[in-house]
């Protein structure tokens, strides 16, 4: 399942880091590669927003996002796909109180500790 953060968190311990990969060159291959040979773990993203895949990648990713725990850092999650909003277990967002109502800025309720 996909966990979206949309602020800087550090790396978590043991797992696959793929945040160092390029998309043009291997990123999709080596995430094909892990879901073929390994059952369990937890992939690290980094940085991604969805308009930096294609579709195909996309759907190619599904896959992986079924199998194993992803997180990603997004600071607009929903440019994801449907297909992909589908699979996420949660979206952590963070601001300050009485912050905007959408999720891709805030996330939390307007009247946050606020007195009427």
């Known amino acids: 399942m996909l966990t979206i953060y949309t602020y800087r968190i550090p790396k978590p311990a043991d797992c696959y880091d793929l945040s160092r ?4 060159d291997n990123f999709v291959d080596t995430i094909l590669s892990i879901t073929a040979h390994q059952t369990t773990g937890t992939l690290w993203f980094g940085y991604l927003d969805g308009w930096m895949l294609t579709p195909c990648e996309e759907v ?5 996002i079924r199998t194993f725990n992803c997180i990603v850092v997004s600071r607009f999650p929903h ?3 449907h297909a992909w909003k589908n ?4 979206i952590y967002t963070v601001g300050p109180n009485n912050g905007s109502p959408y999720t891709h800025n805030d996330g ?3 009247h946050d500790e606020c007195k009427a």
């Open 87 to 90: 699979e996420t277990d949660w």
């Open 21 to 24: 990969l390029s998309l043009e």
């Open 60 to 64: 190619l990713l599904r896959r992986a």
């Open 79 to 81: 440019s994801f796909s």
């Open 108 to 110: 939390r309720p307007l």
